[in-house]
């Protein structure tokens, strides 16, 4: 059983930072072989890709956050991060994280594992 448990939501002003966790576990689940990647889901709309990580530390972002956000993980400690800064208020979403095997991809349906959210909500 693999569990990705997202953690550090909240609610902040405009221009402010966050910085989201996603923890994994699981008996058989070597995250060092798993591309991890953030989506997030705006009230009322679909889950859309914010960013993802290769296992050895390549990322790729979504253009609205291009410059804002910053994916690294740490291998040892099974868990992905996602620091946010320079915040707006159209960043207010739900935010996922989730795992693939091998690389990454903008596709949500292309990763297997997911946690259940976090909420972020940018005031204005």
């Known amino acids: 059983q693999v569990q990705l448990v997202e953690s550090g939501g909240g609610l902040v002003q405009a221009g402010g930072s966050l910085r989201l966790s996603c923890a994994a576990s699981?008996?058989?689940?070597?995250?060092?072989?798993?591309?991890m990647g953030w989506f997030r889901q705006p009230p009322g709309e679909e889950r859309k890709f914010v960013g993802a990580?290769?296992?050895?530390?390549?990322?790729v972002y979504a253009d609205s956050v291009k410059g804002r956000f910053t994916i690294s993980r740490d291998n040892a400690k099974n868990t992905v991060y996602l620091q946010m800064n320079s915040l707006k208020p159209e960043d207010t979403a739900e935010y996922h994280c989730?795992?693939?095997?091998?690389?990454?991809?903008?596709?949500?349906?292309?990763?297997?594992?997911w946690g259940q959210g976090t909420q972020v909500t940018i005031s204005s």
């Open positions: 989730a795992a693939k095997f091998g690389t990454i991809s903008p596709s949500a349906s292309n990763y297997f594992y």
């Open positions: 699981g008996r058989t689940f070597s995250f060092s072989n798993y591309a």
């Open positions: 990580i290769t296992w050895n530390g390549g990322t």
